[in-house]
């Protein structure tokens, strides 16, 4: 890179984490007594669940540290920025960031820092890095971006477990983290080409530590307002840029795959008065693909764009590149739509990360396992000062079964988290 | 020619409700009728919303559709809308 010429940058290794536990969703939906009678049509299958050893924390140092042990000593050092995006912080104060600095021993010379917006977060944690490298002020320098998410709801009292049911099925626990820089083998981002749709709704939150609530319609409707508003605004950006022709592969953030697929439809409607054929073939072809983690894990919130895209560059054929769009939305609201390319080089390297051997190796929740932990007995709740974690919870869940060290939370001492490899 | 009322707008909601949920099809659907109580999903409750707005020439944010408690009141609203 010479002065004058305008820097690439991007996503140079990404990885997914996806627990250790996994639960069946129609299963699940059966129990609760929902009635679904086309269930398919939701296109979920399973959600991670998360124990009360696994906390955002471990979920996030465990996503990055393949990533961080693949770094040379040089590489290492040029990390200048842990930013975690996350609506599942543990402290108003203090950031995930510092914990994840130092189980992955990264430099003292950084910011650290956390960011919040709902399934937002994660997109604006890639732009914030993107945003820092493209300013030219540390050239070289690196950025670590992780988003963590995990669903605990419920745990609160039986009020809270009534108004979480819209969403139980599709809750799921989640990390995707990824080292941005400026040689970005894995998602080189479209410099400038963004388009973003913002305002104040109710649609989606969480008014306390254990709870969220919400309101199911309200929230599809401002996705599809963002989603078409967001685009609109990347058209208006990117000269000659066309929804069904400039991208190979489409990214939308996925609560569920019912979703992504309701907001396509109304995207080809409203731009191209596309017909039902043509829509559902469209659909399979751009947007199936970034389905295949979303729906083994369930809702991970900011992480669910980067799990979309994961599953895009592991799935398909890339001899040729290809440009992804992206479309993220968090509820309240923002959302917002970029784009990127990827290729071979990419899919190697995202390869080697083994994610979806990761997610077979899960240990498979009954029923009865699922409510024994979302009672929430052994969890450690938002603001306590001393605990210790039992390991024994799920004897066939013990992370020795995984083939990589694993992060567990160990114990609570003066409020501070304390967590040991296995 | 007869100006569109509610009751118009009620038959245009019942007509998409039974092309996107075909099991619908003999099921009797009035005012009174909550798309929910019909085992119609929010996404398929979306699609409904966003064909019926086609319909209509109407172009609004949805979330300004938020609100009504059944058919009838979803009609009166896009009634509203389409008349302001």
Not at chain 1, 66 to 94: H, N, Q, Y
Not at chain 1, 302 to 324: E, K, M
Not at chain 1, 328 to 350: D, K, P
């Amino acid at each position: 890179m010479s002065a004058g010429t305008h820097p690439v940058v991007g996503i140079e290794a990404m990885n997914v984490y996806g627990g250790l536990c996994a639960l069946d969703v129609r299963a699940l939906c059966t129990h609760r007594g929902l009635d679904l009678p086309r269930f398919e049509n939701l296109l979920m299958q399973e959600k991670t669940v998360a124990l009360p050893y696994e906390d955002p924390v471990t979920f996030a140092v465990n996503a990055a540290r393949p990533l961080i042990d693949a770094l040379s000593p040089e590489d290492k050092a040029r990390i200048e920025m842990v930013v975690t995006c996350t609506e599942s912080g543990l402290d108003f104060g203090k950031s995930l960031s510092t914990y994840i600095h130092h189980y992955l021993d990264l430099p003292g010379n950084g910011r650290l820092f956390e960011i919040k917006q709902a399934c937002y977060a994660g997109a604006a944690g890639l732009q914030m890095a993107v945003n820092f490298l493209l300013s030219g002020t540390s050239p070289g320098g690196k950025a670590l971006v992780v988003t963590t998410d995990l669903s605990r709801f419920a745990l609160a009292d039986a009020n809270a477990v009534q108004e979480w049911a819209y969403s139980e099925p599709s809750s799921g626990a989640g990390a995707c983290a990824m080292l941005v820089s400026d040689t970005p083998h894995v998602f080189r981002i479209d410099r400038g080409a963004y388009g973003n749709h913002a305002f104040e709704v109710m649609d989606t939150c969480r008014p306390g530590p254990d709870t969220e609530a919400g309101d199911a319609d309200l929230s599809l409707m401002a996705y599809l307002d963002c989603c078409e508003n967001a685009y609109k605004d990347y058209a208006r950006r990117v000269e000659g840029a066309d929804f069904r022709d400039t991208f190979g592969y489409l990214c939308f953030h996925t609560p569920f795959g019912g979703m992504v697929k309701g907001a396509h439809r109304h995207l080809m409607r409203k731009l191209y008065k596309a017909k039902p054929a043509e829509i559902e073939e469209d659909f399979a072809r751009r947007l199936g693909p970034s389905l295949a983690y979303g729906q083994r894990v369930g809702n991970t919130a900011g992480g669910s764009i980067f799990l979309a895209l994961a599953g895009v560059i592991d799935t398909v054929d890339l001899s040729q590149p290809q440009r992804v769009g992206v479309f993220s939305y968090g509820s309240g609201c923002c959302s917002e739509f970029f784009s990127g390319v990827i290729g071979a080089e990419g899919q190697a390297r995202l390869r080697a990360m083994k994610i979806a051997e990761a997610l077979d190796r899960r240990y498979r929740l009954s029923i009865d396992e699922y409510e024994m932990l979302l009672r929430g007995e052994s969890v450690v709740r938002f603001g306590t000062r001393d605990a210790k974690l039992d390991h024994d919870i799920l004897p066939g869940a013990w992370p020795l079964t995984q083939d990589t060290p694993h992060l567990v939370l160990d114990s609570v001492v003066g409020y501070q988290r304390q967590y040991r490899w296995v | 020619m007869r100006v569109m009322d509610s009751d118009d707008i009620v038959e245009i909601i019942v007509r998409h409700i039974r092309d996107v949920v075909p099991e619908l099809a003999d099921h009797p659907i009035g005012r009174d009728d909550a798309m929910a109580d019909l085992g119609v999903d929010s996404i398929e409750r979306g699609e409904i919303v966003v064909a019926t707005l086609e319909d209509l020439g109407l172009d609004i944010p949805l979330v300004q559709l938020h609100g009504p408690r059944n058919i009838g009141e979803l009609a009166d609203l896009l009634h509203d809308k389409r008349a302001a």
